[in-house]
């Protein structure tokens, strides 16, 4: 989608991936096929774009910091070191951009854990520190009866325990933020999850008034505080009164606001595509409120089934193989004015 919004920007598009014959490099002018830690091919390839950007936050930051010295990459290597790691990125958020996050403490063994949860109660969610999405890499712990059996699981990497948030509703916020400081949020999104991965977004939220202002000003903050080019997903939980709390941010065009390809304004894409080529924002303001339902695994067998129904607009991602829980695509119905 990056690789189309770039075409109709005028942009020719150069794909860089590990594995090859990927949805965004078919469609791409050029796919370059080659490990991350090829220097060479990183090189040859930084040298060949303007602009390099990523959709994918696990990419080495080594790769990152080595295409930077031949090419300009936005967002950059602060933002992707910060994402990297929950520690890390949630230590950001509270002391670098006065962001309100959950309780939470580096885990390394058991008795960290115990002496966590005595300290802050439970439920406690022990979190793998990297690579951890859509819920992988992460369990409740009940009570100090559960430590053992959630460390166990997840023990032999390195660890972050959180407080669980009693959230009455999830929010996500996508933004841009252009070269030259502009800053651009659409509205909050409304997000359900099943099974720790996102199911359905629906933009604009309802009944935002009390929390939309705070939402924008704490994205703002993390934006500026990253000196950050592109657009970011950040996710809220809204507790009972209000209160925002930040989950984690991505550096990186989101899920959540795939909504944003059918709402009659520029789409995310785009606007990232704006925000790292120097161009003005586009317009975040939708013209109708959009629900997005994922379509997972044997879902996207009804894509053309779906496209049937009126003011319904399907997006395949063109996947090799489907998967049980793989993301396949998304459906997006008009909802009306918004
Ligand atoms: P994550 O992988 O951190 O984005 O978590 C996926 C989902 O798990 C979130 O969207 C929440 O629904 C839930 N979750 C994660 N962390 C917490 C937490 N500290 N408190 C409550 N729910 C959580």
Known sequence: MLVQAAHGLGYKAHVFDPFGDT???RIADTETTSPYEDKQAVEAFARNCDVLTYEFENIPLAT???AAQFTPVFPDGL???TSHDRLVEKTFLRDKA???????APIESMAALSAFVREFGAPAVLKTRRFGYDGKG???VMSERDVKAGFARLGGTDLIAESFAPFVREFSIIAARGQDGEIACYPLTEN???HHRLHTSIAPAGDTQNVEGDAQAITRRILVALDYVGVMGVEFFELAGGKLIVNEIAPRVHNSGHWTMDAGCADQFEQHIRAITGMLL???KPKHAVKMTNL???EILQADALAKRPNTFVHNYDKHDIKPGRKMGHVNEVLGGA
Do not use: M, W
């Open 23 to 25: 949805p965004g490099g």
């Open 64 to 66: 990152i910091k080595h």
């Open 79 to 81: 933002a992707l070191k």
């Open 98 to 104: 006065d962001t309100p996050v959950v309780d939470f």
């Open 138 to 140: 992460q369990v409740k």
């Open 192 to 194: 359900v999850h099943k």
């Open 282 to 284: 586009g317009s975040t």
């Open 296 to 298: 997972i695994g044997e």
